[in-house]
Nanobody
Framework: QVQLVESGGGLVQAGGSLRLSCAAS????????MGWFRQAPGKGREFVAA????????KYADSVKGRFTISRDNAKNTVYLQMNSVKPEDTAVYYC???????????????????WGQGTQVTVSS
């Protein structure tokens, strides 16, 4: 079965960096879009970034553009989220997700994504 396993979360000071990983298994994801979402306490699930596994094209939320970078390693079946210049408002549980839609504009709505990881906590201290 499809499994997405996030890792790399933790506590970081404001202005610091963190890299999240999402190891994907269970099927070929070559036609998929892979996304990162986050959810802070008391808030809804928010789109962060997405990439197409096949082309490497990317999309970012305005709140993280220029600070976060999404990438993928096809050989390792792993998607990364490099988080630089983090802010306290980046504190949330971060989730990796997979959308089987292989063409068109990459989705930013969480309900478009069929598969989800368990999440990893990121806490940014001020």
């Amino acid at each position: 079965q499809v499994q997405l396993v996030e890792s790399g979360g933790g506590l970081v000071q404001a202005g610091g960096s963190l890299r999240l990983s999402c190891a994907a298994s269970g099927r070929s994801f070559s036609g998929y879009a892979m996304g990162w979402f986050r959810q802070a306490p008391g808030k809804g699930r928010e789109f962060v970034a997405a990439t197409r596994w096949s082309s490497g094209s990317t999309k970012y939320a305005d709140s993280v553009k220029g600070r976060f970078t999404i990438s993928r390693d096809n050989a390792k079946n792993t998607v990364y989220l490099q988080m630089n210049s983090v802010k306290p408002e980046d504190t949330a549980v971060y989730y990796c997700a997979a959308d089987p839609e292989g063409s068109g504009v990459m989705a930013t709505a969480y309900w478009k994504y069929d598969y989800w990881g368990q999440g990893t906590q990121v806490t940014v201290s001020s």
